[in-house]
């Protein structure tokens, strides 16, 4: 007796291959069985006539570190048919924390009135798994995090003393089964690292076939030069290169993704192991600090909000610019707690409603937020997102948190694609715009973040997998969510099932959380 029957879908495996007529069969959190099924019987049956079974979505560039803990059925990853969110990204995790970077998310977690218990990686992780998740989570190591947690969030290269802490703490971070090292080479504290410092922590996460991942230096004008960094950091070090949310920022640096494409895809023929990720939207979403130079950063977000009160140092800003420019018509608050009211409005809009010029209005908030304010900047250009999208090295994720229409993540308008990515994917991209194949959108959601993840037994529909698979409406499946109005579900996800049990039923979130802390080691295979 099976537990659960999926019967009469049509099966698009996440290999690439095209869509076929097939039940299938679920045991014990696994896949069975998959063909024609007639005579099988289960404890339940859903009947996925009309639909297509995918394997579950891999999201392998989330940042829900500390949502999951405010709201463990990550509603909006849930609900568009993530089964694994991948935290940890962009040099920032929850894990491991001391000193200065246990201060940092303790303030963090206090804004939703959370405390922390942990320290270590194992000890994050056993945490989580306590607190009960609907889809399975892992996460990376953040450069960012071990530099704050060694050193603080000071501008200058660690000593060698220091380096080697940072490495200790990443090497044990990795044995307790994070799945790699990430590094956000525009936010400080990571940004201070250089090179030779990154090709040295990643020679740890080669020893155990971990990956890196890397939001670049510079997403603009110096694209080329910052892509050319992290494919160095692999060649000195031997490791699995991750690029994050690929793009080109800025519309005096539009299509300068066919240039960056070109560098990976020769660094691929000459043997490196490097691919890239994306989210399928024309803007991004950070916080609104990136628009204060890096030194102004030093000591970590308290320093820098005390430096900002300053005015010789405002004047020193205004006369630099900055990775990610200062086109403020083109920057609109998603979120800011002291101000709900801002969100959807432009910096440009809010600051000429006062009277104040842009930029220190945005030091003036930045102060009376402690440096926390959410931004969406609309800088890409929509070519460049197909060109990107269509290349077959190229996986999705959401570069998003996990939020929910109801409760504290529904605070603000933050960017739609935590509600829209993969719907928006599939129906925009695939099915409109024929960009590529369902059966080759779902891969570059399914089997291809598995490979590079390393992910064991995951990201394919087949027999001796774990069941976590999506069934959805191929001609209804699209996002909803806006700018204007993100806290939308997509429409066509009918349900979504996760380690064998279904965590989403008809579009309704169910009161299961069968998701699983996924480790390095124990969860992955060799890479």
């Known amino acids: 007796m099976n537990d659960l029957l999926l019967r009469g879908g049509f099966v698009v495996d996440g290999t690439g291959a095209p869509p076929e007529r097939a039940d299938v069969a679920i045991r014990a959190g ?29 999201d392998i560039h989330a940042h829900s570190d500390e949502a999951m803990l405010v709201n463990g059925a990550l509603e909006s990853a849930l609900h568009m048919g993530v089964t694994t969110a991948v935290n940890g990204n962009c040099g920032g995790s929850s894990a491991p924390v001391f000193g200065s970077a246990a201060d940092e998310l303790d303030r963090e977690l206090a ?67 994070a799945i790699g090292l990430s590094s956000g080479l525009i936010y400080p504290p990571s940004a201070y690292g250089d090179t030779a ?23 603009g004008a110096r694209l080329l030069e910052a892509v050319e960094e992290n494919l160095e950091i692999g060649r000195r070090s031997g490791v699995r290169v991750q690029l994050s949310h690929h793009k080109a920022a800025g ?63 405002r004047a020193r800003i205004a006369g630099e610019e900055t990775e990610t420019g200062r086109a403020w018509e083109a920057i609109v608050i998603a979120r800011a707690r002291q101000r709900p009211e801002w969100a959807g409005r432009s910096v440009a809009e809010l600051a000429a409603g006062v009277g104040r010029e842009p930029l220190a209005w945005a030091c003036d908030a930045l102060i009376v937020h402690e440096g926390a304010v959410d931004i969406i900047h609309h800088s890409m250009d929509e070519q460049d997102v197909r060109f990107v999208m269509a290349k077959p090295w190229v996986c999705i994720g959401s570069d998003s948190r996990a939020n929910a229409p109801y409760g504290p993540l529904s605070f603000g308008k933050p960017h739609p694609r935590s509600y829209g990515t993969f719907p928006r994917v599939l129906g925009r991209y695939a099915r409109e715009a024929g960009l590529f194949s369902l059966a080759e959108a779902v891969r570059k959601m399914t089997a291809l973040p598995a ?10 529909v087949r027999e001796g997998a774990w069941a976590d698979l999506v069934v959805l409406d191929p001609a209804g499946v699209r996002d909803v969510a806006t700018y204007e109005d993100p806290h939308r579900y997509p429409e066509g996800i009918d349900h979504v099932i996760v380690n064998g049990v279904p965590a989403l039923e008809a579009g309704v979130t169910a009161a299961a959380r069968p998701g699983r802390f996924l480790r390095l080691g124990r969860d992955t295979a060799a890479a």
């Open 30 to 58: 696994r896949i069975v069985a998959v063909g024609d099924l007639d005579g099988e019987r289960a404890a339940r049956t859903l009947d996925a006539s009309d639909r297509v079974v995918t394997p579950g979505f891999i």
């Open 111 to 177: 804004r939703f009135d959370l405390a922390r218990s942990w320290s270590t990686f194992g000890e994050y992780a056993a945490a989580v798994e306590r607190s009960g998740v609907a889809i399975n989570v892992c996460s990376f190591v953040g450069h960012g995090t071990l530099r704050t947690s060694v050193m603080g969030a000071v501008a200058r290269a660690p000593s060698g003393a220091e380096l080697a802490t940072m490495r200790a703490l990443l090497e044990r971070s990795l044995d307790e089964g």
């Open 197 to 219: 410092e990154l090709a040295a922590l990643c020679g740890a996460v080669r020893e155990r076939g971990a990956l890196y991942a890397s939001h670049i230096r510079n997403e």
């Open 251 to 313: 519309r005096r640096n539009w299509g300068l993704v066919r240039e960056s494409s070109a560098l990976v895809e020769r660094a691929r023929a000459g043997g490196l192991d490097v691919a890239a990720d994306q989210y399928p939207y024309a803007a991004s979403s950070t916080g609104l600090a990136v628009v204060i130079p890096n030194w102004v950063h030093d000591g970590g977000p308290l320093a820098m909000c005390e430096r900002l009160r300053d005015p010789a140092v």
């Open 451 to 460: 490979a590079r993840l390393g992910l064991r037994d995951r990201g394919v």
